[in-house]
């Protein structure tokens, strides 16, 4: 029997879990209703991969697990040119470059147990690499909508995994249209609309406290696109919260940029925008994310705030971090421009915990234009 189901934002109507099952019949987003019983000795102690947390995922029913080999990502302490020193979690190792294998890792995994044989998909880039990589692996064929200035290198990613790429003229919410048309009646595993995607990134916060100690961060920095990451770790930690296993909730930080804040501007009744400029950040650059009341209530829930970074600070953070032989995507560069900008407007900015989300080997061309201007 399965503990979970699908529940509409609004609390209205209930779901049994089912692949095709990614919206409310009247068009409402769906949350998944999971209370998995909490404690320590449940993390599985010889797995150190993101399957550690198994007992907490909705995958009681699953007879195999995709994987890739999720590693367990490394939080490392670096002290910045100012002084400042916070621990960053490395999640551009995980498998396809990005944390987004978390999500996919987990949804695959779920949409496997429950028969999927073909699934859609739409991104501008990580989570669709991820998705790929994932349905490659569970012997899935997958369909990715992409926007037709999607970066080359991230579009043959998701070719050599065999993914069919549909390119879309036009914006972000162009291709976000084609695919809800095409979505009708299919198995649609996407990163916002599908809940069970955030049950695998929600792994980001059990993982951060059991490194820790069980000790809960001050703040966690996150960036917030879709919100995929802040909202998995909003479950996450409140799971942990709500069981005892912490006695704080961290302040969630979520970071956009100027070209692309409408969160931002909603949190702090700023006009809307008028338009999306270009950005370096181009992972965070969505101008109506879907949960995105979602996401301002848990960074109110918590405490926290929205920052919003600049294209020179994006610049010179990703340069910093370069000189120091990381090597991560501009848009995890906004996130560690945006903590660096929390930390100085912060009274007490310890026990502060953000990540590196990507990989830069895919964002080469992103990276010519902070190197060389060009
Ligand atoms: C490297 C990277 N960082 C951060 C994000 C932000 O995503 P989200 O807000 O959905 O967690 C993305 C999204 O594609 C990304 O690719």
Same mark, same amino acid.
């Given at each position: 029997?399965?503990n979970?189901? &699908? #529940?509409?934002?609004?609390g209205?109507?209930?779901?049994e879990?089912s692949a095709y099952q990614w919206? !409310?019949?009247?068009g409402?987003?769906?949350d998944l209703?999971f209370k998995?019983k909490?404690? +320590?000795?449940k993390?599985?102690?010889k797995?150190f991969?993101?399957?550690?947390?198994?007992?907490f995922l909705p995958?009681?029913e699953?007879?195999e697990l995709?994987? $890739? /080999?999720?590693?367990i990502?490394? $939080?490392?302490?670096?002290?910045?040119l100012?002084? &400042?020193?916070?621990?960053?979690?490395?999640d551009?190792?995980?498998?396809?470059?990005?944390?987004?294998d978390?999500?996919a890792?987990v $949804?695959?995994?779920?949409l496997k147990m429950? !028969?999927?044989?073909?699934?859609l998909?739409?991104? *501008?880039?990580n989570?669709g690499?991820?998705?790929?990589a994932y349905?490659a692996?569970?012997? #899935?064929?997958?369909? @990715?909508?992409?926007?037709?200035?999607?970066a080359p290198?991230? #579009? $043959?990613q998701? +070719?050599?995994?065999? =993914?069919? @790429?549909?390119?879309?003229e036009g914006?972000?919410?162009?291709?976000a249209?084609?695919?809800?048309?095409?979505?009708k009646?299919?198995?649609?595993a *996407?990163?916002?609309y599908?809940?069970?995607f955030?049950?695998?990134?929600k792994t980001?916060a059990?993982?951060?406290i059991? +490194?820790?100690n069980f000790? =809960?961060?001050?703040?966690v920095?996150?960036?917030a696109g879709? !919100?995929t990451?802040l909202?998995?770790?909003?479950i996450?930690f409140?799971?942990?919260y709500?069981s005892?296993?912490?006695?704080q909730?961290?302040?969630?930080?979520?970071?956009?940029? *100027?070209a692309?804040?409408?969160l931002?501007r909603?949190?702090f009744g700023l006009n809307?925008?008028?338009?999306i400029?270009?950005t370096?950040?181009? /992972? #965070?650059?969505?101008?109506?994310?879907?949960? !995105?009341?979602?996401m301002?209530?848990?960074v109110?829930?918590?405490g926290?705030?929205f920052?919003?970074v600049e294209?020179e600070e994006i610049g010179?953070t990703?340069?910093?971090l370069?000189?120091? /032989?990381?090597?991560?995507e501009p848009?995890?560069?906004?996130?560690?421009a /945006?903590?660096l900008?929390?930390?100085?407007n912060t009274?007490?900015?310890?026990?502060?915990?953000?990540?590196?989300?990507?990989?830069?080997?895919k964002s080469?061309?992103?990276i010519? +234009? @902070?190197?060389?201007n *060009?």
């Amino acid at each position: 029997m399965s503990n979970f189901y &699908f #529940i509409d934002t609004k609390g209205n109507k209930t779901y049994e879990t089912s692949a095709y099952q990614w919206i !409310g019949d009247d068009g409402e987003l769906l949350d998944l209703w999971f209370k998995p019983k909490i404690s +320590q000795e449940k993390f599985h102690q010889k797995k150190f991969s993101l399957w550690r947390y198994l007992e907490f995922l909705p995958l009681n029913e699953a007879k195999e697990l995709v994987s $890739l /080999g999720e590693p367990i990502t490394p $939080l490392v302490e670096i002290t910045f040119l100012n002084g &400042f020193t916070a621990k960053i979690k490395q999640d551009q190792l995980f498998p396809t470059g990005s944390y987004k294998d978390r999500g996919a890792a987990v $949804l695959i995994s779920f949409l496997k147990m429950l !028969g999927a044989k073909h699934i859609l998909q739409d991104s *501008s880039g990580n989570a669709g690499a991820s998705i790929a990589a994932y349905a490659a692996q569970a012997g #899935i064929t997958c369909e @990715i909508f992409l926007p037709a200035d999607t970066a080359p290198n991230k #579009i $043959l990613q998701m +070719q050599a995994y065999g =993914a069919k @790429i549909r390119k879309i003229e036009g914006d972000r919410a162009a291709t976000a249209k084609a695919t809800l048309i095409a979505a009708k009646g299919k198995v649609y595993a *996407s990163h916002s609309y599908n809940p069970v995607f955030f049950q695998g990134t929600k792994t980001f916060a059990y993982e951060l406290i059991e +490194q820790l100690n069980f000790i =809960a961060p001050k703040a966690v920095v996150l960036p917030a696109g879709n !919100g995929t990451l802040l909202l998995g770790c909003y479950i996450g930690f409140s799971e942990m919260y709500e069981s005892g296993l912490i006695s704080q909730m961290p302040k969630l930080v979520a970071v956009q940029t *100027s070209a692309c804040n409408p969160l931002y501007r909603k949190f702090f009744g700023l006009n809307p925008m008028e338009k999306i400029n270009k950005t370096l950040a181009e /992972g #965070i650059a969505i101008p109506d994310p879907i949960r !995105g009341e979602q996401m301002l209530e848990a960074v109110k829930k918590t405490g926290g705030t929205f920052i919003s970074v600049e294209e020179e600070e994006i610049g010179a953070t990703w340069k910093e971090l370069a000189a120091k /032989g990381f090597f991560i995507e501009p848009t995890s560069a906004a996130t560690i421009a /945006g903590l660096l900008k929390y930390a100085a407007n912060t009274a007490d900015s310890s026990e502060t915990v953000s990540l590196f989300s990507g990989n830069g080997l895919k964002s080469s061309d992103k990276i010519n +234009q @902070i190197i060389f201007n *060009s």
